[in-house]
């Protein structure tokens, strides 16, 4: 096992995908000359040449829109937007073109097509940068979005969405980019749609994904010397959702908190907990918990940015008023 980055297992997953198929290619403001933002596209141009790692004017809706036609005629676009508050600027080619192509055509079109892009709070870049926006995407059906919350599964979430069919939102969060973890020497895949028990537990569940899943590891820790075993899911694909972890986790605690960064109100954990509810209402000892991020924009201030969005204290709390 070796030791990386988050943003060095993007940059390896980027990597071994470009040289196993001539067909994959990266665009991107600033991916090429510059490495990218956060250095996810490091030493791609070196390697692969401006015709496979293409940097791009500033012109977010333009430059999707070509790697949908050109995922439409068989290439493999990796597509990066900065952040994922300028995906707003995208809609048509996303939503209209590329989650609908393959239902709209029979079955005869596919777009296979990666749009990586990343978002959540942190740092202090205020309302128009620091969005978490998944259930935009995750609300569209045609649409994959994947959230990986460590290096092991960044790499192995991304080589599996670059090699999949349909168009994937793959969101990676700003405040990730430099945390490390174990990841197999070895070539290696992840499923998208499967879950990861991130630590079992027996009285609570926390239902959690992205950078929440390290606040809520460290939660469980926390709650641990105190008597109270927390179970971590992680879901690290919000579609397709695994629906199996997540009831039978719900079934065997009973008790269920779902956590997210993004505002509560129309969030992914609404619709999780509406599922648990209808699904394993009867083997539930009270109803599901949602801990997400306040209606409010994202302030400047770092202190009040922190207040925004949970705490491990939070969950803490949350933990101790649901068992």
Do not use: W
């Amino acid at each position: 096992m070796a030791e990386l980055m988050y943003r060095e297992a993007l940059n390896r997953a980027i990597f071994e995908e470009m040289r196993r198929d001539p067909l994959v290619f990266t665009m991107g403001v600033g991916v090429a000359e510059r490495g990218g933002s956060y250095k996810v596209t490091e030493g791609l141009l070196k390697e692969f040449g401006p015709e496979r790692v293409i940097d791009t004017p500033i012109a977010e809706a333009s430059f999707t829109g070509a790697a949908v036609g050109a995922a439409l005629v068989g290439a493999r676009p990796v597509v990066e937007v900065l952040f994922i508050d300028f995906t707003t600027l995208v809609m048509d080619p996303l939503i209209n073109q590329a989650a609908k192509y393959e239902f709209m055509s029979g079955g005869q079109g596919k777009v296979p097509m990666v749009f990586r892009t990343q978002g959540g709070a942190g740092n202090g870049l205020a309302a128009q940068h620091s969005q978490s926006l998944e259930a935009i995407y995750y609300h569209i059906p045609g649409l994959k979005v994947v959230m990986p919350a460590t290096p092991h599964d960044a790499l192995g979430l991304l080589k599996s969405a670059i090699r999949d069919d349909d168009p994937v939102i793959f969101i990676e969060h700003k405040l990730l980019y430099m945390s490390k973890g174990e990841v197999p020497e070895e070539e290696y895949l992840l499923p998208l749609g499967r879950a990861d028990i991130k630590k079992k537990g027996d009285h609570v569940t926390l239902i959690t994904y992205s950078n929440m899943t390290l606040k809520c590891l460290e939660a469980a820790e926390l709650m641990g010397k105190e008597g109270i075993s927390v179970e971590v899911v992680d879901l690290r694909t919000l579609t397709p959702l695994d629906k199996e972890t997540v009831l039978e986790s719900a079934r065997k605690t009973g008790r269920v908190i779902v956590v997210h960064e993004a505002c509560k109100r129309g969030g992914v954990g609404g619709d999780i907990a509406s599922m648990i509810m209808e699904e394993a209402y009867d083997d539930l000892d009270g109803p599901v918990m949602r801990i997400a991020g306040k209606n409010t924009p994202i302030p400047y201030n770092i202190g009040i940015e922190k207040a925004s969005v949970p705490s491990v204290e939070e969950i803490v709390e949350g933990v101790l008023e649901i068992v």
